[in-house]
Nanobody
Framework: QVQLVESGGGLVQAGGSLRLSCAAS????????IGWYRQAPGKQRELVAA???????NYADSVKGRFTISRDNAKNTVYLQMNSLKPEDTAVYYC??????????????WGQGTQVTVSS
């Protein structure tokens, strides 16, 4: 119904940058918002940034001023630009789509995750 594929993760040094991509396919008309989450070893999964279909955004306090979420509607792709990376940003990053249809109601879809490792 909705498929999400993340890419762009990798290994960078502290202070470096990465851009993550989340490509959505399938019933993309049903997507209300796309969020980036991350899960570090031994920690709970947390919301990093989100963007709604109307273009509004929100960020976790820990990444404000460093990360930027954006979208390319023509490509059905959402990006997470990560600058000034810190070792504490190391985590698996997941793309999440919040969907709604009249028939099924709300439903979330998740991508497979992409590893981001920031070395000190």
């Amino acid at each position: 119904q909705v498929q999400l594929v993340e890419s762009g993760g990798g290994l960078v040094q502290a202070g470096g940058s990465l851009r993550l991509s989340c490509a959505a396919s399938g019933s993309t008309f049903s997507i209300n918002a796309i969020g980036w989450y991350r899960q570090a070893p031994g920690k709970q999964r947390e919301l990093v940034a989100a963007i709604s279909s109307g273009g509004s955004t929100n960020y976790a306090d820990s990444v404000k001023g460093r990360f930027t979420i954006s979208r390319d509607n023509a490509k059905n792709t959402v990006y997470l630009q990560m600058n000034s990376l810190k070792p504490e940003d190391t985590a698996v990053y997941y793309c999440n789509a919040d969907t709604y249809t009249v028939v099924a109601g709300p439903y979330d879809y998740w991508g497979q995750g992409t590893q981001v490792t920031v070395s000190s």
